[in-house]
């Protein structure tokens, strides 16, 4: 008859040790998933505030070119020299013509944090430098005339899908015939950014492999 109690307990200490297995590992998944969801959420606060600060600087880049062109200063004098990118953008000696002079546009060039980038292509001429053209046509944003714009390459994907998805634009379009040449005063149809729905800033992956994920902001639409 003892033998038997024995048996019995012994049988209900191993029930309560397989019960405690399983509420431990359902714990612990319970308490990863947990994790793994707080890191998602706050990687993509993350893109969002970054989205937000990429799109912010970009618009006040573009409200310096209007004002400057409401004081008279012609498209073709605009000057984005500075003394930060790789690029020379002089554009004359007009010091009321430039965007980043307190005598002109009044605008400061900001450094694109590195957080917001590919380092994989950390070796590239131009990597983590706003740049300035003026032979690139979007399409859809006013005539067939090359605008004048701003952007930023090697964006993560990630973060180009978070601007996209903040403007309202659909998934990330592509775009193969961009070009990268400065503004230093004049206009050329040299290429066309399509795809882009007629948006006047937005993400696209620059298929041609130079800047791969790339932000835009239209400055003037021609």
Known sequence: MMNKNRQNESGNVLWFILLAIALLAALTATISKSSDTTEQNANIERFRIDASDIMRHSASIREAVNSLKLQGISENNIS??????????SNGTCFDCMVFSSSG???AYRTPNPSWLDSTHSGDARYGEWEFSGTNDVIGVRSANADLIMYLGYLKENL?????????????PTDAGFDQTAFTGSFANTADIGNMSGAESGCFEDTSGDRDFT???VLIKR
Do not use: K
């Open 80 to 89: 984005f020299v500075n003394t930060s990118t790789s690029v020379d953008y």
């Open 105 to 107: 546009g009044g605008a």
């Open 160 to 172: 180009c899908t978070q601007i996209n998805t903040m403007l309202r634009i659909a998934g990330t």
């Open 215 to 217: 932000y835009y902001q």
